[in-house]
């Protein structure tokens, strides 16, 4: 069961909390008024997410959030403090790794937007933790639900970017790397709320900003899974471009990963060559045109020249 636990020392705290969380039959709320309560609820519980006060009678919060972090380092940890000044804030990350951190008095949905976020990363690190190559394509088949215009994307990118390495001689190792990232490179998108993914039109710029959070998001939850560095690098790398101006990190040219750069010309391939929400499919002939227009800016020049005449062969042999 999902289960989130509280830590805070004022009874009317807990008691909003509770309050706040009284209609959700989808998780489990644990509570506690001390530090050391909350330890030894945790001795005994698989808690998920906890949500500790900072300013507490005997054991701090963060000095409660490093020893959680000690001893359940999967166990996702969040900060709530009516004292919101940078030094707690740098103390809480540099500490105990806060995944966030909450003011009071708080927003009702924006906590519970937080607190979902938090169990979700949770339940990815533990799907990728089992190293289990058929739970690495149902996780992105679960991602692709919540976008039914990506059907299949993660599949076809993993065909197409494996296609590609294979070409430019990767070793068999890389391949399954490769293709274990492309099937994962968008999961990170489990933090995007679905309104914004199938948003018929330009997104605001809020909403920009989350969809250009899902590869720091997904590539933060992989390495805390421990998968390799390949896997890492194509999932928080996918969106960036040759001439650094993608994203998250402006890299450029082979500043980029060349397994990342790979998957990114796979990516937009099966984009342009797929139903969209604010469009229809191109035609195979113009999405290779679209591809070449856009390898000045995008891609790398040498891989592009590989992968236009294996893109045609792919996608002919599964028509």
Known sequence: MRTVLFVDDEQPIRNALERMYLERDDLRCLF??????????????????VVSDYLMPGM??????????????HTIRIMMTAYADLTIAIDAINKSE?????????????????????????????????????VYLSLAQTV???????????????????ALARAA??????????????????????????????????????DMESVMQHPRWGSEVARQAHMSESVVNIILYHHERFDGAGYPSGLKGSEIPIEARIVA?????DALYSDRP???????????????????????????????PLAEQEACSHE
């Open 60 to 73: 701090r919060g963060i000095e409660f959030l490093s020893k959680v972090k000690a001893r359940w380092p």
């Open 278 to 308: 604010y469009r229809k499919a191109y035609s195979l002939e113009r999405a290779l045109a679209i591809m070449q227009e856009m390898t000045a800016a995008h891609f790398d020049p040498e891989l592009i020249k590989t992968f236009l």
């Open 144 to 162: 692709e639900l919540k976008d039914p215009y990506t059907k299949g994307h993660c599949d076809r990118v993993a065909r197409y970017a494996v």
């Open 32 to 49: 506690a008024a001390s530090g050391q309560e909350g330890l030894e609820i945790l001795e005994n519980e698989e808690v998920w997410v």
């Open 169 to 206: 001689g990767f070793s068999e190792q890389q391949l399954e790397e490769i293709k274990h990232g492309s099937w994962l490179h968008d999961c990170g998108k489990i933090g995007v709320p679905e309104r914004v993914l199938n948003f018929p039109g330009k997104l605001n710029e809020d």
């Open 98 to 134: 806060a995944f966030r951190f909450v003011t009071k008095p708080w927003n009702n949905q924006e906590l519970i937007e937080v607190v979902d976020e938090a169990l979700m990363r949770y339940q990815l690190v533990h799907t990728l933790v089992n190293k289990d190559e058929t």
């Open 265 to 269: 010309i796979a990516d937009v391939f």
